[in-house]
């Protein structure tokens, strides 16, 4: 099984700032098998990457998504309130599909 | 616009039968293309997928459950199922079941709390 871990756990950062989420996968991920999801309280998981860099349907374009083998990385170029939440990556290329642990992106 | 909507107890006891049903609408099991998947989070905690079925029946579940985990989908009222066996309290989650393209999971339902405890 592959392990994803995600880096920073939490980063606090203001709106309008950048925000560079890291997800790096215990062996090598084929680039169109990871992807990336925001979850807010109370509710499910949104795709907002698929692909390692291809944009959901209806997704903002400060969102992208970059890298390949085990090193990922999710940049949102310019926070808008809205986007404060936790944020997963989930890779398909071996079964089973895993996820990581998450990493929050709080205001400071 | 295809929604998922999960329906079953949100209560069971210890060593029992986890059953949840999720109906989908706006669009068809059959026509094939996704799979259509349950996922869980326990509470506070990140996410575990469960496993996935096929229209056509065909499946592929978590080895860390397959022993306890049924998945079975009826077209004809375009919905699928979840059975989980033998329950502890460890398998008090939310879970979602969703729609996976398996490049990304693209549609989830709202999720249903289920808790374990007699």
């Known amino acids: 099984e592959i392990v994803l871990t995600q880096s920073p756990g939490t980063l606090s950062l203001s709106p309008g700032e950048r925000a560079t989420l890291s997800c790096r996968a215990s062996?090598?991920?084929?680039?169109?098998?990871l992807a990336w999801y925001q979850q807010k309280p109370g509710q499910a998981p949104r795709l907002l990457i698929y692909?390692?860099?291809s944009r959901a349907t209806g997704i903002p374009d400060r969102f992208s998504g970059s890298g390949s083998g085990t090193d990922f990385t999710l940049t949102i170029s310019r926070l808008e309130p809205e986007d404060f939440a936790v944020y997963y990556c989930?890779?398909?290329?071996?079964?089973?599909?895993?996820f990581g642990p998450g990493t929050k992106v709080d205001i400071k | 616009q295809v929604q998922l909507q999960e329906s079953g107890p949100g209560l069971v006891k210890p060593s029992q039968t986890l059953s949840l049903t999720c109906t989908v609408s706006?669009?068809?099991?059959?026509?094939?293309?996704?799979?259509w998947s349950w996922i869980r989070q326990h509470p506070g905690k990140g996410l575990e997928w469960i496993g996935y079925?096929?229209?056509?029946?065909?499946?592929y579940y978590n080895p860390s459950l397959k022993s306890r985990v049924t998945i079975s989908v009826d077209t004809s009222k375009n919905q699928f199922s979840l059975k989980l066996s033998s329950v502890t309290a460890a398998d008090t989650a939310v879970y979602y079941c969703?729609?996976?393209?398996?490049?990304?999971?693209?549609?989830w339902g709202q999720g249903t709390l289920v808790t374990v405890s007699s």
């Open positions: 079925i096929y229209y056509s029946g065909s499946t």
């Open positions: 706006g669009g068809s099991i059959s026509s094939g293309g996704y799979y």
């Open positions: 692909g390692a860099s």
């Open positions: 989930q890779q398909y290329g071996s079964s089973p599909p895993t």
């Open positions: 062996q090598s991920v084929s680039s169109s098998y």
């Open positions: 969703a729609r996976d393209m398996r490049l990304g999971v693209d549609y």
